[in-house]
T-cell receptor, first 115, second 114 residues
Framework: DQQVKQNSPSLSVQEGRISILNCDYT??????FLWYKKYPAEGPTFLIS?????DKNEDGRFTVFLNKSAKHLSLHIVPSQPGDSAVYFC??????????????FGKGTLLTVNP | DTEVTQTPKHLVMGMTNKKSLKCEQH?????MYWYKQKAKKPPELMFV???????INESVPSRFSPECPNSSLLNLHLHALQPEDSALYLC?????????????FGPGTRLTVT
């Protein structure tokens, strides 16, 4: 049973345009969400996070939006750059300590930014 | 230094072999993790150590045996593995176990069991 779903295995975007990566979750106990980026032959790197008390968090070109009622979050990258080409993982956790703070990851979305 | 190192990068082992994966960090982090990742799948948590004590074991088979000799090192001892255990094994560390602490990942060890 996948509690965190990234339904788009891949996304292709032109350089300079907006990239929107989507993530859905089913566990209503999740209240902290993270995005990680992974290049080939490297480990995942933390990108940005959001807690359920917010609906938006911004860091430079990266913005994460959270819609709690829809159990949906999205990562916006504006403007997209070729160096952003990577696999993006959505992850979720329960800040109350349920499941011992374990991160549950989605399957990832491969973003390709074309020059 | 924000690096988590893992050795070896690649490992091929037979089903009767015993081998170990090693992970090291020098960021003073007190939580360390082992994840397993199969192709086109998300990372799956295996073990968590917090302050050098095993905090989480995600019902991992006993052929995987973790060890935390000190706060900087994390080992994963492998014995009598099966071909389906072939995967990328990722180590991570963070200041604490709460998810608000960023996890830093190593590059992984690509394990092939023949």
């Amino acid at each position: 049973d996948q509690q965190v779903k990234q339904n788009s295995p891949s996304l292709s975007v032109q350089e300079g345009r907006i990239s929107i990566l989507n993530c859905d979750y089913t566990n209503s106990m999740f209240d902290y969400f993270l995005w990680y980026k992974k290049y080939p032959a490297e480990g995942p790197t933390f990108l940005i996070s959001i807690s359920s008390i917010k609906d938006k968090n911004e860091d430079g070109r990266f913005t994460v939006f959270l819609n709690k009622s829809a159990k949906h979050l999205s990562l916006h990258i504006v403007p997209s750059q070729p160096g952003d080409s990577a696999v993006y993982f959505c992850a979720a956790s329960d800040l109350s300590g349920g499941s011992n703070y374990k991160l549950t990851f989605g399957k990832g979305t491969l973003l390709t930014v074309n020059p | 230094d924000t690096e988590v190192t893992q050795t070896p990068k690649h490992l091929v082992m037979g089903m009767t072999n015993k081998k170990s994966l090693k992970c090291e960090q020098h960021m003073g982090h007190r939580a360390m993790y082992w994840y397993k990742q199969k192709a086109k799948k998300p990372p799956e948590l295996m073990f968590v150590y917090s302050y050098e004590k095993l905090s989480i074991n995600e019902s991992v088979p006993s052929r995987f045996s973790p060890e935390c000799p000190n706060s900087s090192l994390l080992n994963l001892h492998l014995h009598a593995l099966q071909p389906e255990d072939s995967a990328l094994y990722l180590c991570a560390s963070s200041q604490g176990q709460a998810p608000t602490y960023e996890q830093y990942f190593g590059p992984g060890t690509r394990l092939t069991v023949t």
